[in-house]
């Protein structure tokens, strides 16, 4: 029996380790026996394959989050490039690619089962033209209205949608002892996009002189053309990845997709709105700092963090993980109030990167979470565990992803309303209780349902 398939394969439905049935040829390099809880056919053969798919994963992941964040950094220098937006305005343009990516997160959920990992991989990396092509033609035009330009930064989001196509297309490659630390090391490449963008965009368009913003979208596209062709040459669709539409509905009749979504708007949804408006953050409240030098570090140190959280998850619980960073995210944000009424920017810097560590590790333990509480709650139907977990793994990234919007609009509403950044901070640090409580009421209290096992 070969493990993977040519160009036109039907994945028969009583082979072992399938899930579901393909009941028409597809077209594409296609593996139709999967199960990676079987050690034997993990150690021959499933753990090269599963690698070999998760690199080109990550990459293509890593464009999708530098796309989607490019305007972070663009916004900063767009007053000097002659573009006359108010600060309003300039945080719209940070906030539109997180709501459209999203609202984009669960069709390409949908996208994995329906035209295979590797296929989507594909179509989503050349989706990423659009944006940057969009953006390096529109950006030297400062006579653009700003709905207009609001609607190029708006095509941005479909770099948001990768994550979540991504993610459910390596869930199913590996085992559920090796799940967190590959969900979190792919997820960990693609948020890593957020710091690359953060610091090269400057460089690069401000090489030779003047300044040319135009090259902020023109770096990109060579690097989406390698991706494309990558998926294409190195990755494997899997006939097993089935999450159905029917699975997605079950799955959102479930409490703890909902608790778990709730909990994620928490981590992940700091660390994109806060990547997001770390730039804008700095350069309207601190104007005498260089903004190229300091902005991607946030970034930085949330995508490092964010596979270390989830190996932790895997040794000690990922519910233990999500609360202590709860904790830390609360203090940091404190922190950085002391800091702003003290005028101390290194005090601020300190504060944000301790929140971007436990945010970027809270991440993968919320996502290591995922399919162990499903483990728990199906017990004696492996198969439907795994398919209702990638399903809540495509709601709660879609749910959790919101936060990139929600987080910028804050720091804009309190800006316009009070002048300040703090009553905005106040209100996170408040959340961040909530979803602490959250969080140790339904998976760490004594006596509670899951109390005795390590989610």
Not at 34 to 45: L, V
Not at 78 to 94: E, I, N, R
Request: a positive charge; aromatic letters at 14%.
């Amino acid at each position: 029996m070969t493990l993977e398939a040519g160009p036109e394969v039907v994945a028969p439905s009583d082979q072992a380790g399938t899930v579901g049935t393909v009941e028409a040829p597809r077209r594409g390099r296609w593996i139709d026996v999967w199960d990676p809880e079987d050690a034997t056919f993990w150690a021959s053969k499933g753990r090269a394959v599963a690698r070999r798919n998760l690199w080109p994963s990550i990459f293509a992941e890593f464009l999708g989050f530098s796309v989607w964040q490019l305007w972070s950094i663009v916004v900063v220098s767009m007053p000097k490039a002659g573009f006359s937006y108010s600060t309003d305005q300039l945080f719209w343009l940070v906030a539109l690619p997180s709501l459209v990516g999203a609202t984009l997160r669960l069709p390409y959920t949908f996208a994995v089962p329906r035209f295979g990992g590797r296929n989507w991989t594909i179509v989503s990396a050349m989706l990423l033209l659009i944006p940057t092509g969009g953006l390096a033609f529109f950006i030297s035009r400062p006579d653009t209205p700003f709905w207009l330009m609001a609607l190029v930064a708006a095509t941005a989001g479909v770099g948001g949608g990768n994550f979540a196509s991504s993610m459910t297309n390596i869930s199913f490659f590996y085992p559920e002892k090796e799940k967190g630390f590959a969900l979190g090391i792919n997820a960990a490449g693609g948020n890593l996009g957020v710091a690359v963008v953060q610091l090269l965009v400057p460089v690069a368009i401000t090489i030779g002189a003047g300044l040319t913003l135009n090259r902020a979208g023109l770096l990109w596209l060579p690097l989406i053309l390698v991706a494309a062709f990558l998926a294409w040459r190195v990755m494997s669709n899997l006939s097993v990845a089935t999450s159905s539409f029917r699975a997605s509905i079950t799955a959102a009749k479930r409490p703890h997709t909902w608790i778990i979504s709730f909990l994620y708007i928490g981590t992940f949804g700091s660390f994109i709105g806060f990547s997001a408006a770390f730039p804008l953050l700095i350069k309207t409240t601190f104007p005498s700092i260089t903004v190229a030098h300091i902005a991607f570090l946030g970034a930085l140190v949330g995508s490092v963090a964010r596979p270390f959280g989830g190996k932790l998850a895997d040794l000690v619980g990922g519910a233990w993980v999500t609360v202590c960073s709860f904790v830390v995210m609360g203090l940091g944000i404190l922190a950085a109030i002391v800091a702003l009424n003290a005028e101390s920017f290194t005090g601020f810097l300190i504060s944000f990167l301790f929140l971007f560590v436990a945010s970027g590790a809270a991440n993968g333990s919320t996502y290591r979470m995922i399919p162990a509480v499903f483990r728990i709650t199906t017990p004696g139907d492996p198969g439907r565990a795994r398919r209702e977990a990638a399903a809540c793994i495509g709601i709660a990234s879609a749910i959790g992803a919101y936060g990139g919007f929600l987080v910028p609009r804050g720091f804009a509403m309190s800006t316009s309303n009070f002048g300040s950044l703090i009553p905005a901070l106040y209100v996170f640090c408040g959340f961040y209780v909530v979803c602490l409580a959250v969080t140790y009421f339904c998976y760490l209290r004594k006596g509670g349902p899951l109390s005795q096992e390590r989610v």
